[in-house]
């Protein structure tokens, strides 16, 4: 659901009042620390990154996609302070200091808006129309949450952990809040990251502090954390319902589903695509490489398969040595084409609970969860 253009008439209200750059051209805006994106909004920042940022197991800060509900908090990492109250016996304010002074893990992780792909649904959805790079994968660096809730001694009947960051809700669009299960948040891989990619988490990315959710829609990765709250029912505001819920059963596709047909959104599904060649490329002539990634929500990929007869048969691609869960798995394979012409590429991932990608993803009226098996369509020219 995009809560931002229900409100954004109230915003740009608000807008008139603060002083802003004039709006470049969709394409042009540059952002500081960013290489070209495509720019689905340019304030709060929506960015999506470009294929190529997916040549490499890890995807780089500066083609890292960006999404934001709200504008970004002014950020003071010297006075930073992570509050957690709650359900607790000993509520506690950490300041980076103290988070940096306690034992760091390294967790490589898929970062996924629960929307990247939206724009491939038909009949299409409102919201922001994501292709491929609502996404990218990371290796993240920080203190287990598990590790701070055990200082805060969390009370017996605790079920959740509310999750809120910096920015504020602006006019009628409410402040960002997310409630993750006790379970989840008790996991050895849920993290509060302190580094990305071996550097401080950049701002635009929630620096100083965001917490990581392994496999888990890019929604709960709540940026700028600075506020956590156990609490023994979810959090019922706006980003947790109606926001990022989807229907329990099957809809046919353009029917509206009412709000207690609808299931809160956790793991991601099984998904791949390929990276190289892009689509509508010109292959003069002889092997192709085909290459590409797979990741499939808190799993592991097994296997991927290439097809280039349009699903007729399958081959199995080779999977690179980086495998682990909730992270992208690389793939290639070598294409000997049959002759000139027209070829669609078809990619299709199958993971460590053998889920494989469906032909087409289920729709449904938010857009969400898109992992149809990727398809590319390359012209052999000799
Ligand atoms: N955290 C805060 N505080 N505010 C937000 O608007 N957006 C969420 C999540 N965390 C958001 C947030 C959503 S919907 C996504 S997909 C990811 O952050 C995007 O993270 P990124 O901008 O670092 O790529």
């Known amino acids: 659901m995009n809560s931002w253009a229900a409100t954004r008439k109230d915003f740009l209200r608000l807008l008139a009042a603060m002083p802003?750059?004039?709006?470049?051209?969709?394409?042009s805006l540059t952002v500081p620390g960013k290489r070209p994106m495509l720019v689905h909004n340019d304030f709060p920042e929506v960015l999506e990154s470009p294929l190529e940022a997916f040549e490499t197991w890890l995807t780089p800060l500066d083609?890292?996609?960006?999404?934001?509900?709200?504008?970004?908090?002014?950020v003071d990492p010297g006075s930073w302070k992570l509050t957690v109250d709650g359900l607790v016996d000993m509520p506690l304010s950490l300041s980076l200091a103290q988070l940096k002074a306690m034992p760091m893990y390294t967790v490589?992780?898929?970062?996924?808006?629960?929307?990247?792909?939206?724009?491939?649904?038909?009949?299409?959805?409102p919201g922001l129309q994501w292709k491929k790079g609502g996404m990218g994968n990371a290796e993240w660096r920080g203190v287990k949450l598990a590790d701070i809730?055990?200082?805060?001694?969390?009370?017996?009947?605790?079920?959740?952990?509310?999750?809120?960051?910096?920015?504020?809700?602006?006019?009628?669009?409410?402040?960002y809040i997310r409630s993750i299960s006790l379970k989840k948040a008790l996991l050895p891989d849920t993290i509060v990251?302190?580094?990305?990619n071996g550097q401080p988490v950049p701002e635009i990315h929630g620096g100083p502090l965001r917490l990581v959710v392994p496999g888990w829609n890019g929604a709960n990765w709540i940026k700028w954390l600075n506020k956590l709250t156990v609490a023994a029912q979810m959090n019922n505001g706006f980003y947790m319902n109606p926001a990022y819920r989807y229907p329990k059963r099957p809809v046919p596709p353009g029917t509206a589903v009412k709000p207690e047909d609808l299931a809160v959104l956790e793991t991601m599904p099984?998904?791949?695509?390929?990276?190289?060649?892009?689509?509508?490329?010109?292959?003069?002539?002889?092997?192709?490489?085909v290459r590409g990634i797979a990741w499939a929500g808190e799993r592991k990929i097994m296997k991927v398969e290439v097809s280039t007869d349009r699903g007729i048969t399958w081959s199995t691609a080779q999977l690179g040595k980086e495998n682990f869960d909730s992270?992208?798995?690389?793939?290639?394979?070598?294409?000997?084409?049959?002759?000139?012409?027209?070829?669609?590429?078809?990619?299709?991932?199958?993971?460590s609970k053998g889920a494989t990608q469906p032909i087409d993803a289920a729709w449904n009226p938010s857009g969400y969860l898109w992992n149809s098996i990727d398809r590319v369509g390359v012209v052999v020219e000799g």
């Open 63 to 74: 083609a890292f996609f960006v999404r934001q509900h709200l504008p970004r908090p002014k």
């Open 193 to 196: 990251a302190l580094e990305m």
């Open 327 to 351: 992270s992208f798995r690389m793939f290639r394979y070598s294409w000997k084409p049959s002759g000139p012409g027209y070829h669609l590429l078809m990619s299709r991932a199958t993971d």
């Open 270 to 289: 099984v998904k791949s695509f390929i990276v190289s060649p892009a689509d509508g490329y010109k292959h003069p002539s002889g092997a192709l490489e």
């Open 108 to 125: 490589p992780a898929v970062l996924e808006c629960t929307g990247n792909g939206r724009g491939y649904f038909k009949p299409a959805v």
């Open 20 to 27: 802003m750059a004039p709006l470049a051209g969709a394409q």
């Open 149 to 175: 809730l055990a200082q805060a001694k969390v009370k017996p009947g605790a079920g959740f952990v509310d999750a809120d960051g910096a920015d504020k809700g602006v006019a009628k669009t409410p402040d």
